[in-house]
T-cell receptor
Framework: DAKTTQPNSMESNEEEPVHLPCNHS???????IHWYRQLPSQGPEYVIH???SNVNNRMASLAIAEDRKSSTLILHRATLRDAAVYYC?????????????FGQGTILTVHP | EAGVTQFPSHSVIEKGQTVTLRCDPI?????LYWYRRVMGKEIKFLLH????????ESGMPNNRFLAERTGGTYSTLKVQPAELEDSGVYFC?????????????FGPGTRLTVL
């Protein structure tokens, strides 16, 4: 399974933007970049995904490097509710669709 | 629309006993997944159903674990006999499509404690 590298932890202040980086230098051409997060005592929650182009949705933005070897999840205005573990996952293409391979993720702390 | 539900939310059993976890996916979702997180470790994939068929069971740790999805609706995961190292949180997820943009919806998990 293709691997991703994320910082163990990051901190932010409420209402400030947060940029969560992810390196995936071994990404293949058919791998999608997915982000999930896990709030305390809950199951993981889908945030956003992309393939080559930058993506925006109501929760966040995903900026993908031109060579696709890294990406950044952007929370435009962090709230206390955004405190969670954020996982960057390469979702394998072709017949491998299905399982998600979670790493350790980035623990995001949001200060009031 | 109801999300993925799991039952029970907590289970405490003794080593050697049997436990059955249940997952009800979102209605209409053909794909159902089981994951677990054991103490201090990462969330690990266990298996994937497409309707009632096991698509991928490469993550099942051993033959003490048996997953079923009769009729392609809800699924059960039975652990028999349970061992101490089985303690952890078991998550179920479901998805509608199977493509690169497939979003998996997770349940709240079942916390299993084996004493």
């Amino acid at each position: 399974d293709a691997k991703t590298t994320q910082p163990n932890s990051m901190e932010s202040n409420e209402e400030e933007p947060v940029h969560l980086p992810c390196n995936h230098s071994t990404i293949s051409g058919t791998d999608y970049i997915h982000w999930y997060r896990q709030l305390p005592s809950q199951g993981p929650e889908y945030v956003i995904h992309g393939l080559t182009s930058n993506v925006n949705n109501r929760m966040a933005s995903l900026a993908i490097a031109e060579d696709r070897k890294s990406s950044t999840l952007i929370l435009h205005r962090a709230t206390l509710r955004d405190a969670a573990v954020y996982y960057c996952i390469l979702y394998a293409g072709g017949t491998s669709y299905g399982k998600l391979t979670f790493g350790q993720g980035t623990i995001l702390t949001v200060h009031p | 629309e109801a999300g993925v539900t799991q039952f029970p939310s907590h289970s405490v059993i003794e080593k050697g006993q049997t436990v059955t976890l249940r997952c009800d996916p979102i209605s209409g979702h053909d794909n159902l997944y089981w994951y677990r997180r054991v103490m201090g470790k990462e969330i690990k994939f266990l298996l994937h159903f497409v309707k009632e068929s096991k698509q991928d069971e490469s993550g099942m740790p051993n033959n003490r674990f048996l997953a079923e999805r009769t009729g392609g609706t809800y699924s059960t995961l039975k652990v028999q006999p349970a061992e101490l190292e089985d303690s952890g949180v078991y998550f179920c997820a479901s998805s509608q499509a199977l493509a690169g943009g497939d979003e998996q919806f997770f349940g709240p998990g079942t916390r299993l404690t084996v004493l």
